[in-house]
């Protein structure tokens, strides 16, 4: 009977048993739509920040946290629209609203949206029942990746 038994190697020589014997693979460009499965051979960075403004997340009214829970019951005037597209460069003043859609740029003042559903219009005047969060309901500027940082690092599938 044999009493050779295999040795335990450290990391390092494992690694370059490893290396020695290994080659890095080619790689390719390819569509998004042909690269499912495939493994990245670089990092992916991000060209522009996303999103490149603060948006809305919901339909409702742009507002000032503080300012719409303190005018609860009295409300807040409604000062304009701005719609998902192109920036209106709508800014609040103080006590003042502005009705906002799902993606639509935020106004110039605004921290929060208030969802429609919690909300009630009355002419010009925009009223809530409950409080209101700041930030709450948008999505502010580069909240899901700065310019020129890593979305997805090399290695990844």
Not at 45 to 55: Q, R, S
Not at 64 to 91: H, I, K
Request: with cysteine.
């Amino acid at each position: 009977m044999s009493q050779d038994f295999p040795t335990r190697i450290g990391f390092d020589e494992a690694t370059a048993l490893i290396a020695a014997r290994s080659s890095r693979l080619s790689t390719e460009r390819v569509a998004l739509s042909r690269a499912r499965g495939a493994t990245l051979a670089a990092d992916l960075v991000a060209p522009i920040a996303l999103p490149g403004f603060d948006n809305s997340a919901m339909d409702g009214y742009a507002v000032r946290a503080d300012e719409a829970n303190a005018a609860a019951e009295t409300g807040l005037l409604l000062a304009g629209e701005q719609f998902a597209g192109t920036s209106l460069g709508l800014s609040l003043g103080a006590g003042q609203c502005s009705r906002i859609t799902t993606g639509a740029p935020m106004p110039a003042g605004a921290d929060t949206v208030l969802i429609k559903e919690d909300a009630r219009e009355e002419g010009d005047v925009s009223s809530r029942p409950s409080s209101c969060a700041k930030a709450c309901m948008c999505v502010m500027r580069a909240r899901m990746s700065r310019s020129a940082t890593p979305c997805c690092a090399r290695a990844s599938r």
